[in-house]
């Protein structure tokens, strides 16, 4: 027999973790941005923050690469994890090839899709080579925020494609395979059962995936930095800008508070939008 204290025993050691590396750093990062040097409190630090000219356009490029890399992220994933979960020889192999970048780092994907970009790089001898341009041309110009914001959206799909798809891989594998059988034999087809057995009892995993591949999303920087320097303002930028550049920690810490109050905003709505029928009734 177990003594009733044992739950909490095991998750005294995470909740130390969770209260020295979150709630600590946390507390801080407030104080910073609401307390004066003097011990007053205030909101001029987000006045100064707000009404400063590039917050709007990091805020505006932060919330756009989001809303463009999370959701076909997502999608090709589920596409990739749909192939693997099929698969019956090799699956190890091309799950292993598919989930190679997790092992490169944010600033070493953002070089490498430089070296592809730039302009002696191989995009632009690739189109030099099949007469497309007469002379190699500056792709990530501070002219072309266009240009830039679509590499940094492929270096991200690139890059973090494979968290979402690894967390919907071991999803699919949880669900029962009966389950498939038995829609077969009263003839339902692969969008069938896609539709009514693997979307809906993959919920769990797509909370998961979704939460991280968010958060993340709000938190880019190095890519940014590799392949737009500071021609693509972005909010965790501005914290860096803010913290080392100008130094001045509580407009940092504003921007850190900032980014954190979207990504639990963003968590919540995730939520309740995949949230299952059990989860609904409570």
Not at 168 to 179: H, N, Q, R, S
Request: aromatic share 14%.
């Amino acid at each position: 027999m177990y003594p009733r204290s044992l739950p909490y025993l095991l998750l005294l050691p995470s909740t130390l973790f969770l209260c020295v590396f979150f709630l600590y750093p946390f507390g801080l990062v407030a104080w910073q941005a609401f307390v004066t040097d003097t011990g007053q409190f205030t909101s001029e630090f987000f006045v100064e923050m707000k009404s400063h000219w590039k917050f709007n356009t990091a805020f505006t490029n932060t919330i756009l690469l989001a809303l463009a890399v999370v959701p076909f992220q997502v999608c090709l994933a589920l596409y990739m994890a749909t192939l693997v979960n099929g698969m019956k020889r090799g699956r190890d192999l091309i799950l292993y090839i598919w989930t190679i970048p997790l092992g490169i780092s944010d600033l070493a994907a953002g070089i490498i899709w430089l070296a592809i970009f730039e302009q002696t790089g191989f995009l632009n001898s690739m189109m030099q080579g099949m007469g497309f341009i007469d002379q190699p041309v500056s792709l990530l110009s501070y002219q072309n925020t266009g240009m830039i914001f679509l590499a940094i959206l492929l270096a991200e799909v690139w890059r973090a494609t494979a968290i979402v798809l690894v967390i919907l891989v071991a999803g699919m594998g949880l669900i029962p395979k009966e389950y498939y059988e038995a829609a077969e034999v009263f003839g339902a087809g692969r969008w069938k059962r896609f539709t009514k057995i693997t979307l809906p009892m993959l919920k769990p995993s797509l909370q998961t995936a979704m939460i991280l591949r968010v958060i993340m999303a709000f938190e880019v920087f190095a890519v940014v930095v590799a392949l737009g320097g500071t021609n693509l303002p972005v909010l965790m930028g501005e914290i860096y800008t803010w913290q080392f550049d100008l130094q001045d920690a509580n407009v940092a810490a504003a921007y850190a508070l900032v980014i954190l109050l979207i990504s639990i905003s963003c968590t919540l709505l995730i939520m309740w939008g995949l949230r299952t029928p059990k989860e609904a009734r409570v």
